[in-house]
Structure formats: structure tokens, C-alpha cells
């Protein structure tokens, strides 16, 4: 999880999860051998998701999930894309978007 509170998968973190119930056999094999996906996390410069929130709800040390519901439930009220949607699906995702784990897991440079 990056410092967004966001999966860092093979495939970056932009994107949306639900669940997902099953008693298939999944195997063994981890998609991920690293221990840390956040680079922040790993130690190296970053703090990207940190400069793209425009409401500073994402910080040095996690996120601060009122400011950033706040945010969430204006963009409902006032975005013109988002009205008559459902409560659960109204979203920023300014974190998320030109970071360096978007869509895939970052390097250290």
C-alpha cells in the first residue's frame, strides 16, 4: 500500500477493487517478491501521491481520510460528471495519476 492508502500491484495502482469471494485454489506463487511496492515506503525519494493531492489530505505519514472524504463529497455535489451516481463511487484519484507506481511497480532512479 502506498502512502495514499492505495494497492501497488505488477500493474500500478491506478485502478478500482471490489471483492472478490471464491474457493478456488490459488496456488502458492506471489505476483509480487518484493517486500515494499511504495517507494516512499522503501526509503527513496518520492512523496509524488503528497504533491498531486490538491486538498493536502495525503502527507509524509498517511492520509488524513476526512479531508480527503470532504473532498470526495464535493466533487459529488459540484461535479457536473458525478451527479446521480451512486455514494460510493464518487472519486478524486488526484493521487493516483502521474505517480511513479501508476502502472507499474516503481524503480528506485
Not at 515506503?41 to 488524513?64: F, N
Amino acid at each position: 500500500m502506498g502512502i495514499n492508502a492505495q494497492l501497488i500491484t505488477p500493474s500500478g495502482c491506478a485502478g478500482r477493487l471490489g471483492s472478490l469471494v471464491t474457493d478456488a485454489d490459488l496456488g502458492n506463487s506471489p505476483l509480487v517478491q518484493a517486500t515494499e511496492l511504495c517507494l516512499h515506503k522503501r526509503g527513496a525519494k518520492c512523496l509524488a501521491c503528497v504533491k498531486r493531492c490538491p486538498v493536502k489530505a495525503v502527507t509524509e505519514t498517511g492520509i488524513q481520510r476526512r479531508r480527503c472524504w470532504q473532498r470526495l463529497n464535493a466533487n459529488q455535489i459540484h461535479g457536473e460528471q458525478l451527479r446521480g451516481f451512486a455514494a460510493s463511487t464518487h472519486v478524486c484519484g488526484k493521487c493516483q495519476v502521474l505517480v511513479p507506481c501508476i502502472l507499474k511497480i516503481p524503480k528506485a532512479g
